[in-house]
């Protein structure tokens, strides 16, 4: 069958290998891939054996990955996310969509809309609002630009869930932002709560008192999902949180307490005995 979407994607991690995986079993999708670890003796070769054998296109430089993209996504990693940007706008040509997923800052999610729409490509932030290991590309996706309909449209009819909820970047990321500030916060405070109360003997009476105080959550389950989550995800998390921390001190706010969020989401990273 011959192709008639073709999509580009920048970074070949948990997401990326995801999202082309997904988009690949609809059967009518060339997706091309480049990671800068393709080229890591550590990591390299997994990672090119598993794009191959997925039938991912691999290519050697940014440039080779994006000539023949109509859709360019951006899934690395929230510190990078605007340098990935800026050397993107040397190399995308004018009509061609840069989806920016990546859980960056809104100051820098605005700073990389400016680098991209400057070379007449146009840029489109995209705020995951949920994990995406389970639904997939079907996972809940804000979009924020002037293209974020248009990009809407494309990626749905390729299965995706994506939600055009503004034209102005740095709102869609600003939204999830503050939600991870109440969710990756719960997270770290759950996880000290649930080691301090086991270490002293007291966690079944600890729990049963804020069962009773919000009788709609089982805090002894919340304690164990959340370790788990923290467990898995947390070196993401915390760098996710030090971008809401960002955001904070654009506004003039103090980021310190997602600062430490982030410290404890790192700390507990890849730890066992949390719950």
């Not at 995801?18 to 990671?35: C, E, K, M, N, Q």
């Not at 994006?66 to 800026?86: G, K, P, Q």
């Not at 705020?127 to 248009?150: F, N, R």
Request: proline share 4%; glycine share 10%; aromatic share 6%.
């Amino acid at each position: 069958m011959k192709n008639s979407v073709n999509i580009t994607i920048i970074g070949y991690g948990e997401v990326g290998t995801i999202f082309a995986r997904d988009f690949l079993s609809r059967g009518d999708v060339r997706i091309t891939a480049y990671d800068i670890k393709f080229a890591s003796a550590e990591h390299g070769p997994a990672m090119l054996a598993r794009a191959k054998a997925e039938g991912v296109v691999v290519a050697e430089n940014h440039f080779a990955a994006a000539a023949h993209a109509n859709i360019v996504i951006s899934a690395v990693t929230a510190d990078v996310a605007l340098a990935v940007a800026e050397h993107a706008a040397t190399y995308l040509r004018p009509g061609q969509i840069y989806f920016d997923i990546n859980s960056a800052s809104p100051g820098a999610k605005t700073k990389a809309a400016k680098a991209v729409n400057a070379c007449g490509a146009r840029y489109v932030e995209g705020a995951v609002m949920a994990p995406v290991p389970g639904p997939g590309v079907k996972v809940p996706i804000l979009a924020g630009g002037p293209a974020a309909a248009e990009a809407a449209d494309s990626l749905n009819a390729l299965g995706m869930n994506v939600t055009a909820v503004t034209t102005e970047p740095g709102r869609a990321s600003a939204t999830k932002l503050c939600r991870s500030i109440m969710i990756k916060g719960i997270e770290a405070l759950i996880v000290d709560c649930a080691a301090a109360s086991n270490q002293w003997g007291v966690q079944k009476e600890v729990f049963a008192s804020l069962d009773a105080s919000y009788p709609s959550i089982d805090f002894t389950k919340l304690a164990v999902d959340m370790a788990g989550r923290v467990r898995q995800h947390g070196v993401r998390r915390a760098a996710e949180m030090r971008e809401a921390a960002q955001m904070l001190d654009d506004l003039g706010m103090d980021g310190g307490l997602s600062r430490a969020v982030a410290d404890a989401q790192q700390r507990g990273a890849g730890k066992a005995g949390l719950d």
